[in-house]
């Protein structure tokens, strides 16, 4: 039997055209279903019999998505433990001093030492470690162009599309729909700063989740019948600096942080 660590894997696998003939709205909520068990792989009419046989019973899951991050955290600071720091930060903009990295997440300091110690200025979970060490580990450090892009645009970004508008765009956008604080916050909590509308958006907040790597949020407000939308985009080189995965658990991560944020306001 198959062995299957997130309902990521299981996404994979399917077609992606969200056709509904499992019962589930989307591809992604029935990989969700089958990794929790809820419902049997073979309930995708569009599977292969030997895709089905494979993967088919019990899904083995030696831990659960937090811990599967955690367990990415301690490899990815083995591998620190083992990198030249110095190099590091030279490549990616960031400072080294006394065998301690340190650079800048959302402008609170961040910093990783030759041993994998992590400290810093605030709480930053899982889904914005893990981005931060692989951004220390392979980022290559190209200076932004001021050019915007779709993450659909980015390399390996077309596959992952839909699943990154549901689980990071569309949240953002209830948020914002909802909690009139949530701009004002990217602002005085996250370090943004507010521009010029991005394709004549309402409202752009500019975003450095990393020195390197800026993030625009553009929201337009509903309008003459018309549903409000929320978009994020990357620089041009904003793939050079940070994996796919890394781009996605980091956005993912951001919506989690700012919805629990409205849920505590009431919004």
Same mark, same amino acid.
């Given at each position: ?19 509904? %003939?499992?019962?589930?709205?989307? *591809? ?14 073979? &309930? *995708?009419?569009?599977?292969?019999? !030997? ?5 088919? $019973? ?7 998505? /937090?811990? =599967?991050?955690?367990? &990415? ?7 620190? !433990? ?16 006394? @065998? ?10 961040? @910093? ?22 692989? +951004?220390?580990?392979? @980022?290559?450090? *190209?200076?932004?162009?001021? %050019? ?7 390399? $390996? ?5 839909? +699943?990154?508008?549901?689980? *990071? ?18 602002? /005085?909590?996250? /370090? ?9 958006? /309402?409202?752009?907040?500019?975003? +450095? ?15 003459? $019948?018309?549903?409000?939308?929320? +978009?994020?985009? =990357? ?17 993912? $991560?951001?919506?989690?942080?700012? %919805? ?6 009431? &919004?």
């Amino acid at each position: 039997m198959a062995r299957i660590n997130n309902p990521m894997e299981i996404f994979k696998l399917l077609n992606g055209s969200n056709c509904r %003939e499992c019962n589930e709205k989307t *591809c992604l909520a029935f990989a969700v279903a089958v990794f929790k068990e809820k419902r049997p792989i073979h &309930a *995708c009419p569009h599977l292969d019999k !030997a895709v089905i046989d494979k993967y088919s $019973g019990a899904v083995e899951k030696p831990n659960t998505i /937090d811990e =599967f991050k955690e367990e &990415a955290i301690g490899s990815l600071k083995q591998e620190i !433990a083992g990198a030249n720091l110095a190099e590091a930060a030279e490549r990616i903009g960031a400072d080294f001093s006394n @065998g301690r990295l340190t650079l800048k997440v959302f402008g609170k300091e961040f @910093g990783v030492d030759t041993r994998g110690n992590l400290s810093s200025d605030v709480h930053i979970n899982a889904y914005m470690v893990v981005p931060v060490l692989n +951004h220390i580990l392979n @980022g290559k450090g *190209c200076k932004p162009k001021g %050019e915007w892009i779709t993450f659909r645009e980015l390399s $390996g970004g077309p596959p992952r599309y839909a +699943h990154f508008q549901q689980r *990071c765009e569309n949240p953002l956008k209830k948020v914002a729909d909802t909690y009139t604080d949530l701009f004002q916050d990217m602002l /005085d909590i996250f /370090d943004g700063k507010q521009v010029d509308g991005h394709v004549n958006s /309402d409202i752009s907040i500019l975003l +450095h989740p990393l020195p390197r790597f800026p993030m625009l949020v553009c929201y337009w407000k509903p309008e003459d $019948g018309i549903d409000s939308s929320l +978009h994020i985009y =990357f620089d041009t080189v904003s793939d050079d600096n940070l994996d796919i995965e890394s781009i996605y658990t980091m956005n993912e $991560g951001i919506a989690m942080m700012f %919805e629990k944020i409205a849920l505590r306001h009431g &919004a």
